[in-house]
């Protein structure tokens, strides 16, 4: 499993209840509909990219690789979003997936 980032591990030590409550709503909504759980992460990862939250790029990327995404299907999810967030942030995305992905190929 890898490594928790920094800040969630702080949440998560500081307010218990509330990162419970947090992860629980996460698995509770991932359960609520017939979306398989690497389409999920892709759908996290396109929603990540349009808020520019390069922690969530890596985190959905991530794991929509550990649960079989290739990672043409991760490029081709941000990809798919150039006409609506613009290339630019297309482009910062393109650049915080292959962080992981090329560290996965290592």
Not at 37 to 47: D, G, M, N, R, V
Not at 58 to 80: D, F, N, W
Request: aromatic share 6%; net charge positive; no cysteine.
């Amino acid at each position: 499993m890898p490594e928790l980032p920094g800040q969630y591990l702080s949440v998560k030590k500081r307010f218990k209840k509330f990162l419970r409550a947090v992860d629980n709503l996460g698995k509770v909504t991932k359960e609520s509909g017939p979306i398989d759980a690497k389409t999920s992460h892709l759908i996290q990862l396109a929603a990540a990219a349009a808020i520019r939250s390069e922690g969530s790029v890596h985190s959905h990327t991530r794991r929509a690789l550990e649960l079989g995404a290739k990672p043409e299907e991760i490029y081709h999810t941000i990809i798919l979003l150039t006409s609506t967030i613009g290339f630019p942030t297309v482009s910062a995305t393109l650049s915080w997936a292959d962080d992981v992905i090329k560290k996965q190929k290592v």
